[in-house]
């Protein structure tokens, strides 16, 4: 029985080895994998950092760009506001315009028949001119026509 106490201590010393060896491949294993992720980490930070970087550059020109968009929007008011007046001028202007045509319609319709006794008076002035033109006219070809014959 003694032997067999032996076989059984030497069994379990040979399990305990077998045991220790596959602990230490599967150490090794793990070992190698954990040197692995440090490293993917490492180049991940640095990844890391550069998009920070660029994230940090990208949001100081978008704040750059901001700024300018309202400058620009401000000037830009600045040009309707003036656009505005010159269009509120124009109306003004229009109405105007519009105020003084019917005010020189409704007076060229109130003084309509004196205005026609004035061109009817005009045209008969004219004629009379012409007449008096006519008349002078044979008057001194007449004048000229005694003179030569003398």
């Known amino acids: 029985m003694v032997n067999l106490l032996y076989i059984a201590a030497i069994i379990a010393a040979i399990a305990f080895l077998v045991l220790c060896i596959s602990l230490a491949v599967t150490l090794f294993s793990v070992k190698k994998t954990l040197n692995n992720v440090a490293s993917t980490l490492e180049g991940l930070d640095v990844h890391v950092q550069n998009v920070t ?6 949001l ?3 704040n750059d760009l901001a ?3 309202q400058e620009k929007s401000e ?5 309707v506001d003036a656009v505005k007046n010159v269009g509120t001028s124009v109306t003004g202007f229009n109405e105007s315009i519009q105020r003084i045509t019917t005010s020189v319609t409704s007076e060229v319709e109130k003084n309509e028949e004196k205005i026609a006794q004035v061109i009817q008076w005009s045209n008969v002035l004219l ?4 007449k008096w033109k006519e008349r002078k006219a044979v008057e001194e070809a007449e004048h000229y026509s005694y003179d030569s014959k003398k």
Not at 53 to 58: D, H, N, P, R, V
Not at 127 to 130: I, K, L, T
Request: hydrophobic share 35%; no cysteine.
């Open 60 to 62: 100081h020109k978008t």
């Open 75 to 79: 000037k830009l008011n600045t040009v």
């Open 127 to 130: 004629e009379v001119r012409s």
């Open 53 to 58: 970087k660029e994230t940090a550059e990208l």
């Open 67 to 69: 700024a300018d968009i």
